[in-house]
C-alpha cells in the first residue's frame, strides 16, 4: 500500500510561485514513478508531470519551462516546483503513483492564482 499526502497549495498571485510538495509511504513509492495530475472546476484531470525513479522528469506542454519536477526519495518526497503561474493554473493538484495493477493518490492540494 502506499499512502500519499499533498501540501503547498494556497492562493498566489499571476507571476508567483509555489512549491507543492507529495510525501509517500511505502516501499511502492520509492521504486515507481510519481505523477502529478490537476483538476481544475468542471475539467476532467490532466497529468502536469511525471518523475521517474532516479530522478528523470518530464512536464507536459502546457507547464514546460514553468514547472519542474523532483524527488527526495531519502525523504519519500517529491516536489513539484510551479513558477510564473497563471490563473489558469488553478486547479486542485494531485500526486498518483501508478503500478501494474493499482493506482494510489492523495487528498489533493488547492492552488489558486488569483489578483
Known amino acids: 500500500q502506499v499512502q500519499l499526502v499533498e501540501s503547498g497549495g494556497g492562493l498566489v498571485q499571476p507571476g508567483g510561485s509555489l512549491r507543492l510538495s507529495c510525501a509517500g509511504s511505502g516501499s511502492i513509492f520509492s521504486s515507481n514513478s510519481v505523477s502529478w495530475y490537476r483538476q481544475a472546476p468542471g475539467k476532467e484531470r490532466a497529468l502536469v508531470a511525471t518523475i521517474a525513479v532516479g530522478g528523470a522528469a518530464s512536464v507536459e506542454d502546457f507547464v514546460r519551462g514553468r514547472f519542474t519536477s523532483s524527488r527526495d526519495d531519502g525523504k519519500n518526497t517529491v516536489y513539484l516546483q510551479m513558477n510564473s503561474l497563471k490563473p489558469e493554473d488553478t486547479a486542485v493538484y494531485y500526486c498518483?503513483?501508478?503500478?501494474?495493477?493499482?493506482?494510489?493518490w492523495g487528498q489533493g492540494t488547492q492552488v489558486t492564482v488569483s489578483s
Open positions: 498518483n503513483v501508478a503500478t501494474s495493477d493499482k493506482q494510489f
